[in-house]
């Protein structure tokens, strides 16, 4: 679930010799599955730690996950590195905005995933976004656009360049395109 580098274990061992014996780190995430989730370690005495956590052993300590945070922590890494502007501790965690679905889940959750996780990130660099709105029964996936997106004079290329070729990769055999849905106003919104 977490991989927690070398380095990082070390860091952690040597702050937990100096607290009270059985003190692990906790690893969470706050607001998880929202586009205002943070992740977090944090020391976790023994009195704070409850029935359901999921108990990681490292060499030298022990990490603590509590079960709602489970899901949204898969491939997450932690890292402590040390460079000439001194030492940090960094936490990545890919699925904390948006728990990832399991391979054999339906199309739509896959697809869904898909576009909150590898397309919106894209977009939102030009302040659009796009929304899954349904997935056909002949495969086709239905999409409307918003934001920088809506009136966009690229659109056709990010439909059909970028999401309908990524999707038809990815969901090999089960998407055979891409529909936009948006009725499309050019305007101060628009990214040009």
């Not at 054999?104 to 996780?117: C, M």
């Not at 919106?120 to 349904?134: K, R, S």
């Not at 996936?141 to 059909?160: E, H, R, Y």
């Amino acid at each position: 679930m977490i991989n927690i580098s070398d380095t990082a274990q070390e860091h952690f061992a040597k702050l937990l010799s100096q607290q009270a014996e059985g003190t692990c780190i906790r690893v969470f995430v706050v607001n998880p599955g929202t586009a205002q989730a943070e992740c977090g370690v944090s020391y976790c005495p023994v009195e704070a730690v409850e029935p359901d956590d999921i108990r990681i052993e490292y060499k030298g300590f022990a990490a603590l996950v509590d079960k709602d945070s489970e899901k949204f922590l898969v491939d997450a890494e932690v890292d402590f590195v040390t460079d000439q502007m001194g030492s940090q501790l960094t936490l990545k965690a890919p699925n904390a905005k948006l728990r990832k679905v399991d391979n054999d889940a339906p199309l739509f959750e896959r697809v869904n995933y898909f576009i909150q996780s590898e397309v919106n990130p894209q977009l939102a660099g030009h302040g659009g976004d796009c929304q899954l709105m349904e997935v056909t029964e002949d495969g086709y996936a239905i999409l409307q656009f918003g934001g920088g997106c809506n009136g966009c004079s690229q659109i056709d290329l990010t439909v059909k360049d970028g999401v309908e070729k990524q999707l038809i990769e990815v969901m090999a055999g089960e998407i055979k395109g891409v529909r936009d849905v948006t009725e499309h106003e050019r305007g101060e919104h628009s990214y040009y």
